[in-house]
């Protein structure tokens, strides 16, 4: 049974930093393609960061530059730094992993920017 749980989240300052991580569990991360989604109040989910299964990555504009996805298939785990964090960051923060045949979900993380 595969299973992703992530942590890091909490209550930061604007301009504050956190990371983020997802301990993956019943398969073995380094052949799956993995991401990090949000979702803001009242908004849609959306994709913020993907890595490959060799390590390409890629974030959109709204992070770009402020967060960076990484992996540690040792550890089979799947990271995101997060800096100079603003109010549009408040959101729900899940994990995906896709491994060809499914696509697999944690429960999220909250993350809350306070002024």
């Known amino acids: 049974q595969v299973q992703l749980v992530e942590s890091g989240g909490g209550l930061v300052n604007i301009g504050g930093s956190l990371r983020l991580s997802c301990v993956v569990s019943g398969t073995n991360l380094s052949r799956a393609l993995m991401g990090w989604s949000r979702q803001g109040p009242g908004k849609q989910r959306e994709t913020i960061a993907v890595i490959t299964r060799t390590g390409y990555t890629t974030h959109v504009d709204s992070v ?3 967060f960076t996805i990484s992996r540690d298939n040792a550890k089979n785990a799947l990271y995101l730094q997060m800096n100079k964090l603003n109010a549009d960051d ?5 994990c995906y992993l896709q491994d060809g045949k499914a696509t697999y979900w944690g429960q999220g993380t909250q993350v809350t920017v306070s002024s």
């Open 64 to 66: 770009g530059g402020r």
């Open 90 to 94: 408040t959101a729900v923060y899940l």
